[in-house]
């Protein structure tokens, strides 16, 4: 099976085109575009290019260490992984249900991450390009560029996502790549003083939050025709979904919608994951391509994060997120949206919900409590699902009666986005290169559609704007015929 | 009238018979060391603690202090020294500290912290080593053992059992279990053993404990291991 502008006919004929490394996501991928003597398009893909093997080197460790472990696939949501992690040994170890102690500060750990996650990515990463434009100059559209036009706007930036980190560091020990998730509950409770350091910044954060909402929606709504159809792609939808079908970011049951948004299931207990998920693998990318399994390879690919969870769930149960759930459905006339660039509005919603959320939790004393562990009887086999920053994240382990693990199979958030990002890359390609000598600003808006995402490549490391990007036009001979370097 | 060395120009006191890192430890100075432990006898094998005694190299956990001896330790040329034999140790077992979790409670990451041990400069040998998981309390962990011998020791001298044994020759030195199937579950050592107590590094665990100390409640969180390795410590 193929899909449009995935493989083309006759390669060797082509020019060939690479964003090599992609710049402002989290890890390391390249965009290569295949191109005839007119600059017309015929081939598109977004490669994966490392190799992690995480999944191979669990096998034979200690389950008590996995948790730990896994984090360092990333150091801008590690908290998703070892959250992740806890919850399927969770069931390793019999904790169906933690303490509301242990429960409540694994949810703060992770709405601190949300939040911090999601304002590095809108400020630092994507508000460059919002601010200025696709294809503005080169020497301004980074996040310095940002600071000089924007100050405030930087700082706030610069501060929310500071205080995410915080909430991080008193949960889990550290700011990046803590321990406070262990099997079956959690290693630490909040001091007093903890919490009342919290407690004084949490009001303007909140404000803060509301303030970034309006923003992207601004931006967002003053050029209807730019970003409602840039990038733009039909999908299915799949995410957590909470309680009464609540926005939930750390516990929920599986919900999957199509392109209408009619349901193709729901209420899915995640333990059985894999009953509906099935993962493709390609010979051009590290990456796998995960599809439902009921409707098969070719139309069964979906997308995840903030996009399909503000759309997936019923409601959102603190009141300003909510307020701005009801103006974005109401913006997208009663359909899915299923535009990339209406990710950073929808991203900032859930952020506004995750600064909502650490309010109501520094104000609930069990955060205080010492009852911090359970336990029950021994399972051989777990699954933990949680709603990532960028989207739907599963890890799923088997242990030996010696607590050894045996097998390791995650699906990380980014990975369920893949057939999406390279249907948004490919439209993106047709649109904007096709017929066209390319540019530097034409090769960002690649970059954009990849970035609406907010995609870890590898679930790796990032580097600040200036990752040092070069382009090499090359002709079917391998003769180069134009660079250009943004070094 | 009392027996004193200088160490580093500070006099130090000491009893006959006593080392020079017993007598320094006794006066609150520390010598960096590994294999050496106050309840036991020396073993002089990981040479952490080498000091220059009136000029020549020597362990301080197996030389006796004598009356008059002109004893250097925190030099610079010294501790480069001990740098480059702990970065030795790091690459020649699988040390893991990010996800260990003896980390900040391990003698060998506080020691290297310590010595200022920046990268591990040499290239690791990564070997193959599986993990003993066959004992129903206990956990071993060869990827990190340094051939401290202190469970031996202590297996042997204290738990009178016999658990553990270093095997081979030099570079292929390891630690191996007293057991015809070579596995800790086939032995009769328990968690209340001595040999359970000592190890320095991630090598004897206790089971499904992991993690359960905080960040910042660890042993080095609280104070450097200068600060805490003391006489009986």
């Not at chain 1, 904790?95 to 601190?112: C, D, I, Q, S």
């Not at chain 2, 106050?38 to 009356?67: D, I, Q, W, Y």
């Amino acid at each position: 099976m193929t899909y449009q502008l995935e493989t083309a006919q006759h390669p060797e004929t082509l020019r060939r085109v690479a964003i090599d490394p992609v710049s402002r996501v989290e890890g390391h991928g390249k965009v290569t575009i295949l191109l005839d003597e007119q600059n017309k398009v015929h081939q598109v893909r977004l490669h994966i290019v490392e190799f992690r093997g995480f999944e191979k080197f669990i096998q034979g460790r200690p389950y008590w260490e996995v948790p730990v472990m896994v984090q360092r696939l990333c150091g801008i949501c590690p908290v998703s992984h070892h959250l992740a992690a806890s919850k399927a040994l969770d069931i390793i170890v019999g904790a169906r249900k933690l303490t509301p102690a242990a429960e409540k500060l694994r949810r703060l750990m992770h709405y601190g991450q949300m939040l911090q996650s999601h304002a590095l990515h809108f400020f630092h990463l994507c508000s460059p390009d919002l601010l200025f434009g696709f294809d503005s100059d080169v020497t301004q559209r980074n996040i310095v560029g940002v600071v000089m036009a924007h100050p405030e706007t930087a700082k706030r930036g610069v501060l929310l996502r500071k205080f995410g980190q915080e909430v991080i560091r008193v949960t889990a020990g550290k700011r990046v790549h803590g321990t406070g998730a262990v099997p079956g509950g959690v290693n630490k409770a909040l001091t007093v003083a903890e919490r009342d350091e919290l407690l004084k910044d949490i009001y303007h954060i909140v404000q803060w939050s509301r303030d970034a909402v309006h923003l992207i929606q601004k931006v967002h709504t003053q050029d209807p025709g730019l970003y409602n159809s840039f990038g733009i792609f039909r999908s299915n939808f799949m995410s957590l979904v909470g309680h009464n079908g609540d926005l939930d970011f750390y516990h929920g049951t599986l919900r999957a919608r199509d392109d209408n948004g009619k349901l193709i299931f729901d209420h899915l207990d995640y333990q059985n994951y894999n009953q509906v998920i099935e993962e493709e693998v390609r010979s051009w990318s590290y990456m796998k391509f995960p599809y439902i399994r009921s409707i098969g390879k070719e139309h069964g690919w979906y997308k995840v994060g903030p996009l399909a969870r503000v759309q997936n769930c019923d409601q959102i149960s603190t009141p300003f997120a909510e307020h701005e759930r009801k103006e974005f459905i109401d913006y997208a006339g009663g359909s899915p949206l299923h535009a990339p660039l209406a990710y950073h509005w929808t991203r900032m919603i859930e952020m506004l919900h995750a600064a909502e959320v650490i309010k109501e939790l520094l104000h609930d004393d069990d955060l205080l409590s010492n009852d911090l562990m359970v336990q029950g009887e021994r399972q051989m086999e777990g699954v933990g699902v949680i709603e990532a920053p960028r989207g739907t994240l599963f890890h799923h382990y088997q242990v030996d009666e010696n607590d050894i693990v045996t097998m390791a199979n995650l699906i990380v958030s980014t990975t369920n986005n893949n057939q999406a990002m390279n249907e948004a890359v490919r439209h993106v390609a047709r649109r904007y290169l096709n017929g066209r000598e390319i540019t530097e600003g034409l090769l960002n808006h690649i970059e954009v559609a990849i970035r609406a995402f907010d995609p870890c490549l590898s679930c790796a490391t990032h580097a600040l704007g200036k990752m040092p990007l070069a382009v090499e036009l090359v002709d079917a001979e391998g003769q180069l015929v134009h660079s250009l370097s943004r070094a | 009238m009392s027996l004193t060395f200088t160490l580093d120009g500070k006099t130090i006191p000491f009893t006959e018979g006593q080392t020079i890192i017993q007598a320094a430890s006794a006066a609150g100075v520390f010598i960096p060391h590994l294999c050496y432990h106050p309840e036991f006898k020396p073993h002089g094998s990981c040479k952490l603690c080498t000091v220059k005694v009136n000029g020549r190299h020597t362990a301080s956990c197996t030389m006796r202090a004598a009356p008059g001896m002109v004893v250097e330790s925190d030099t610079e040329e010294i501790n480069a020294e001990r740098r480059a034999l702990t970065q030795m140790l790091f690459v020649e077992g699988n040390h893991f500290c990010p996800s260990c979790e003896k980390s900040g409670n391990c003698q060998l990451q506080a020691t290297a912290y310590h010595l200022g041990m920046m990268s591990p400069h040499y290239d690791h040998f990564f070997p193959s080593r599986p993990v003993d998981a066959s004992h129903p309390d206990a956990l071993l962990d060869f990827n990190r053992c340094i051939l401290c011998s202190l469970c031996v020791r202590a297996s042997r001298d204290v738990d009178g059992k016999n658990v553990f044994a270093l095997s081979g020759r030099g570079i292929g030195t390891h630690l191996i279990v007293n057991a015809k199937s070579g596995q800790l579950g086939d032995t009769d050592f328990t968690l209340d053993d001595k040999a359970a107590q000592v190890c320095p590094v991630g090598v004897i665990l206790k089971k499904r404990r992991g993690f359960a100390v905080p960040i910042g409640e660890r042993t080095y969180d609280k104070a450097p291991i200068a600060d805490t390795v003391t006489e009986g410590k």
